[in-house]
Nanobody, 115 residues
Framework: QVQLVESGGGLVQAGGSLRLSCAAS????????MSWFRQAPEKEREFVAA????????NYADSVKGRFIISRDNAKNTVYLQMNSLKPEDTAVYYC????????WGQGTQVTVSS
């Protein structure tokens, strides 16, 4: 079973950038497509971005397209989310998981964007 640990969140002003990391345990990490999701207060968890097993294919939610970049390093068992031009509406707890989600959810990492 793969275990997921997200990090890299924080407080940033609108227009700023953050880079999130998701470290996965388990030797089979590279076999899975991976995604980032987020959950804002009082809202359901939503899809943010996805990447296939070798990083050759990515897709994004319309709300983040052109601002966020998902990538992965299979040698490090890590998937990343580079977030640029952040907006207050990006404020949420960010999670990673396989695509579709198969693993136990991690604790996530809080991203707060001030206006």
């Amino acid at each position: 079973q793969v275990q997921l640990v997200e990090s890299g969140g924080g407080l940033v002003q609108a227009g700023g950038s953050l880079r999130l990391s998701c470290a996965a345990s388990g030797r089979t990490f590279s076999a899975y497509a991976m995604s980032w999701f987020r959950q804002a207060p009082e809202k359901e968890r939503e899809f943010v971005a996805a990447i296939n097993w070798n990083g050759g294919i990515t897709n994004y939610a319309d709300s983040v397209k052109g601002r966020f970049i998902i990538s992965r390093d299979n040698a490090k068992n890590t998937v990343y989310l580079q977030m640029n031009s952040l907006k207050p509406e990006d404020t949420a707890v960010y999670y990673c998981n396989s695509n579709p989600p198969q693993f136990r959810w991690g604790q996530g990492t809080q991203v707060t964007v001030s206006s």
